[in-house]
């Protein structure tokens, strides 16, 4: 398929462990990346090629992939962690960029 | 450190083109990596527009293909962005990125808004 979906809302207590998915045909054969974006505030990458964190980004942030889902683990959510988290990998065909719809994540 | 800043009109009419630029600073745009341009419509999701490389490659979004030129200019260190036949549905904030291990993974400079609207 040409479309990458995730949760629209999910929701963690503070300290928690919360996992957000991201599925697509394409993520058997590619590897997916994740941006955490708060309002008014351009995106942050905070894992690419499935589990590879930027220098900045904590390591409560990791990534994993099996069959055609991948997922972005936060370990222990903070509060400053509140944000959209976006998932994105190339479509079936590799030549494209595909975005997942977007997750927001609360952080109770 | 990479340093990406858009600039251009905050403002178009509708069926004029849309021109933004995104002044690269810290690295050399002929160095390489893929430079991209990502749009988000207000309270809406992430659209990817395309990605060029300074040896010639561009990939674009199929369905922005037909309106839509991504080019290098390596004597200034920015690429730049050209959206024709602009609608009120282009309206949305532009983002200029630079690629890390392929076309689409990205780091991201701020935004540039851009309304079209007469």
């Known amino acids: 398929s040409s479309e990458l979906t995730q949760d629209p809302a999910v929701s963690v207590a503070l300290g928690q462990t919360v996992r957000i998915t991201c599925q697509g045909d394409?993520?058997?054969?590619?590897?997916a990346s994740w941006y955490q974006q708060k309002p008014g505030q351009a995106p942050v990458l905070v894992i690419f090629a499935k589990n590879n964190r930027p220098s900045a980004i904590p390591d409560r942030f990791s990534g994993s992939s099996s069959g055609d889902t991948a997922s972005l683990t936060i370990t222990g959510a903070q509060a400053e962690d509140e944000a959209d988290y976006y998932c994105n990998s190339r479509d079936s065909s590799g030549n494209h960029v595909l975005f997942g719809g977007g997750t927001k994540l609360t952080v109770l | 450190q990479v340093q990406l800043q858009g600039s251009g009109p905050g403002l178009v009419k509708p069926s004029e083109t849309l021109s933004l630029t995104c002044a690269v600073s810290g690295y050399s745009i002929s160095s390489g990596y893929y430079w991209g341009w990502i749009r988000q419509p207000p309270g809406k999701g992430l659209e990817w527009i395309g990605s060029t490389h300074h040896s010639g490659s561009t990939f674009y979004n199929p369905s922005l293909k037909s309106r839509v030129a991504i080019s290098i200019d390596t004597s200034k260190n920015q690429f730049s962005l050209n959206l024709s036949s602009v609608t009120a549905a282009d309206t949305a904030v532009y983002y200029c990125a630079r690629a890390i291990l392929w076309f689409g993974d990205f780091y991201w400079g701020q935004g540039t808004l851009v309304i079209v609207s007469s």
């Open positions: 394409s993520l058997r054969s590619y590897y």
